[in-house]
């Protein structure tokens, strides 16, 4: 299995579902060797064989060479493509390279790559040697598997090239698409392109939801037949409950995510207006940051709410626990959501959420309310209903935390592993 | 003694909520789907009422008298009639000429009012039989509560209000052995007899008729009126909702032309009789009294309140609109009744169920909302403006 990053050191959500994934498969009867580009040492290894992608030496198979070079050429991309990066950036980045001349096919065989397993500057550059050296890793463990499994873009060039190498098949795990980062003109083409190869070279495609998987058919063109949807679980195992003195007591509304434009944070804030005008004993809080967080503080000024409408900043840890336990609702407006996890997290501390149409997670949360990310008055609707009307709340809150402890890996996973089963009896 | 047959239909529409925004609280006081009302009432009437109502009154005449039917229509139900398709109204009143349909009395709203206040139901009752006798001409001597709601305590209330017979559930929790084709009386007051609906005959017209996978389809009137003779007892309650014929079991899988057969079948045969509800009471004999501690209805598998009051979202709803009355009496403005009366009606508890959560397939053919959520956000919502205009009201009062 082929990762970009596990726990304890995570910046996003695919370590943690990645290591749900791996834990799950365990419990089903299916041994994992992980492969990341840069293991710490300390991820729990209970569960799954970490292979720390840094330590591998790409070994010079002499009678494959040519044959390996072939096969992974596509993923030879320019390094000085470089994604996400501001344009100073960009050319110190390019300086940079020129002066060490680095080139892509300088690299020998023998070598040993550090990666950062980041999501920096380079990364395009280090996705492409991660396949380089994906592919020597399933050289070495060829005889210890059956299948191989790449979760995300970063790892799709090293899920192929393991595959064009030992002839297993290769399912992609698709946990966000280009669609989900950027608005439909702003797709990286680059990104997109390393996406639908790995796609269309996998024997199965596995997407976090039916939104997800709809956008796989419909924008990448890959037959239905192929693509399965594994929704999402949550591990809540090991967590305590925690309680926070109140300060305030006004009723809390929060919003806890990336500040992008993907999050729909301006529908949160326009709901937030609308139900100002109409109660004043509610606060609102948007946790976190973002490129679209400036904008969003000068439209609550606009709105003349900043004296109800709070900015955290960037949480994390157990500060997110402590915000769920301050909150008295839950909110996603999410404009594209493959999944969405945290409104799982919200309402196993009973908060109650309301999440967008538009989110992966609305497809499994059946005791979340849910609305269109557009539609801000049935948002603002709801956000009133449940600091209005106690019953709603009471009703949500319990029977949304019992649904959450429903949603295991272990079921995910049993249902991922019909899916390797299929591909594997072929 | 000929084994009676008891056809009795049930005609009721809900005056459906429209989206109703809490910003509309305290500013806009007019709270129904006038839209959706009026086309869903008028499909109804032309798919259903129009053409069954002629049925029955062509088969009446052809029978010679010897068919009778029972009906109870609610009175949110005239009240659309009356706006919307006043030829339905008219064409009930044809049938009450005929002398061999009897019309039953239920709450005016279709309401739950039984299970929340003796006063209330007192007044919805009076209200229904007052208009029972404004629209036909005939005072009701027989009751049916709302989906057949029915417990001994319920019982005694009606047979209080002057009633003799009353309607509901042969449900198999109560029933235990014994058979609903039997005539029963009260528990409390031997003077109130109790008619059981039979539902598995009831169900294999209302449900099972059109159903292509049930082993017997399709039904014809000989089978069926078979199966009426060789069941047990006396007496076969066949109960169900009007909207089955053309509704609910559409015109062409043949349901009309099945009640036409079957209608002269049994007016021909030498072993079965139609019976109204009345009629039924006075020609059987009680066999005993039927104990029903719990409240029963016809709904679901479960044959309980459930579908109205089965979680915290229906009970709150529920309890914050009973809980009004007293403040009502001391309004005591028109149109504040009228709306309270609309609010009433079971069917917006019923939008609020989460027993079918996962599979809503028969609710949400009923239901105007997408979730029990919005179903219960957009009713308080509603009853938060009618609490300000009664608290309105009263204070002017006062002034």
Redesign the interface.
């Known amino acids: 299995m082929f990762g970009w990053e596990f726990p304890p050191h995570i910046a996003g959500g695919l370590g943690t579902a990645c290591e749900g994934i791996v834990k799950g498969l365990a419990h089903n009867g299916v041994g994992v060797l992980f492969v990341m580009p840069s293991a710490s040492g300390d991820e729990d290894q209970s569960c799954a064989k970490i292979i720390n992608a840094s330590d591998v030496a790409v070994r010079n198979v002499s009678e494959t060479v040519e044959e390996f070079i072939n096969k992974v050429k596509f993923i030879n991309v320019d390094s000085s493509l470089v994604p996400y990066v501001e344009p100073s950036e960009y050319f110190s980045a390019i300086e940079k390279m020129k002066k060490e001349n680095v080139r892509e096919t300088s690299v020998g065989f023998g070598q040993k790559f550090k990666f950062s397993g980041k999501y920096g500057a380079n990364l395009l550059e280090e996705v492409s040697r991660y396949a380089q050296v994906g592919g020597t890793i399933a050289m070495q463990y060829n005889d210890e598997f059956d299948l191989i499994h790449a979760h995300d873009w970063m790892t799709y060039p090293a899920g192929i090239a393991a595959k064009e190498l030992t002839g297993k098949p290769l399912v992609v795990h698709v946990h966000a698409t280009s669609f989900d980062r950027g608005s439909d003109d702003m797709v990286d083409s680059r990104v997109y392109a390393i996406e639908k190869h790995g796609m269309e070279a996998a024997d199965r495609v596995v997407t976090v939801s039916d939104l997800t998987r709809n956008i796989v058919i419909n924008k990448y063109g890959i037959d239905p037949r192929k693509v399965v949807t594994v929704h999402n679980a949550v591990d809540f195992s090991g967590r305590d409950d925690i309680h926070v003195e109140r300060g305030v007591r006004d009723k809390v509304v929060t919003f806890l995510g990336r500040i992008t434009f993907q999050k729909g944070p301006e529908y949160f804030i326009e709901a937030a207006a609308?139900v100002l005008?109409?109660t004043k004993n509610v606060r609102f809080v948007m946790a976190g940051s973002g490129d679209m967080m400036d904008r969003a503080i000068r439209q609550v000024a606009r709105l003349g709410i900043s004296d109800r409408f709070h900015f955290t900043g960037f949480l994390r840890g157990k500060e997110v626990q402590k915000m769920f336990a301050l909150s008295d609702v839950y909110i996603m407006p999410s404009v594209s959501e493959p999944f969405g996890i945290s409104p799982l997290e919200a309402m196993r501390s009973n908060v109650p959420a309301i999440i967008s149409h538009q989110s992966g997670a609305a497809e499994v949360l059946?005791y979340a309310?849910?609305v269109d990310f557009w539609d801000v008055?049935a948002m603002?609707?709801?956000i009133?209903?449940l600091l209005?009307?106690?019953?709603?709340a009471?009703?949500?809150t319990k029977?949304g935390y019992d649904e959450v402890n429903e949603l295991k890996w272990n079921g995910a996973t049993a249902k991922l592993k019909k899916v390797y089963e299929s591909v594997v009896k072929q | 003694m000929k084994k009676s047959v008891c056809l009795y239909f049930q005609v009721h529409q809900p005056s459906r909520l429209r989206l109703y925004?809490?910003?509309d609280?305290g500013k806009d006081s007019h709270y129904y789907d006038d839209f959706a009302n009026r086309t869903i009432l008028k499909r109804i009437a032309q798919k259903c009422y129009l053409p069954m109502n002629e049925l029955l009154l062509e088969q009446i005449k052809k029978c010679k008298g010897k068919l009778k039917i029972a009906f109870s229509i609610s009175g949110s139900a005239l009240e659309q009639f009356d706006r919307y398709a006043p030829e339905v109204t008219e064409s009930f009143r044809k049938l009450a000429e005929t002398g061999k349909v009897e019309f039953l009395c239920e709450t005016y709203n279709h309401s739950l009012s039984s299970l929340a206040s003796k006063q209330e139901f007192e007044n919805q009752v009076l209200r229904h039989k007052a208009a029972i006798e404004h629209y036909f001409g005939m005072t009701p001597k027989t009751f049916r509560n709302t989906e057949l709601i029915y417990s001994d305590n319920i019982g005694k209330e009606v047979y209080d209000l002057g009633f003799k017979t009353m309607l509901t559930e042969g449900a198999r929790h109560i029933m235990g052995w014994m058979s609903p084709n039997y005539l029963y009386n009260n528990e409390f007051k031997s003077g109130l007899k109790i008619l059981l609906r039979n539902y598995s005959l009831s169900d294999d017209i209302a449900f099972r008729f059109s159903n292509k996978a049930w082993s017997e389809w399709p039904l014809t009137a000989e089978k069926y009126v078979g199966w009426l003779k060789g069941s047990d007892g006396e007496l076969v309650n066949l109960f169900m909702d009007y909207e089955t014929f053309g509704e609910h079991q559409s015109a062409d899988c043949g349901i009309f032309d099945f009640m036409r057969a079957f209608t002269e079948l049994v007016a021909k045969d030498d072993e079965l009789e139609f019976v109204t509800p009345s009629r039924a009471a006075a020609k059987h004999r009680s066999v005993g009294e039927i104990s029903v501690p719990e409240p029963i209805s016809w709904a679901d598998e479960e044959r309980d309140l459930s579908a109205w009051l089965g979680?915290?979202?229906q009970?709150?709803?529920f309890h914050k609109l009973y809980a009004l009355e007293e403040k009502l009496s001391l309004a005591d403005d028109e149109a504040l009744w009228a709306d309270y009366g609309h609010l009433q009606e079971s069917d917006h508890f019923y939008y609020m169920c989460?027993k079918f959560?996962?599979d809503g397939e028969v609710h949400s053919r009923f239901n105007p909302y997408?979730?029990p959520?919005e179903a219960?956000?957009n009713y308080?919502?509603v009853l938060?403006d009618f609490s300000i205009r009664l608290d309105n009201a009263i204070a002017e009062k006062t002034v």
């Open positions: 609308k005008k109409r059946k309310l849910k008055d603002a609707d709801d009133y209903a209005q009307y106690p019953a709603l009471r009703f949500a029977q | 925004r809490f910003f609280i979680n915290e979202l009970q709150d709803a989460t959560f996962s997408a979730t959520y219960f956000i308080m919502n938060g």
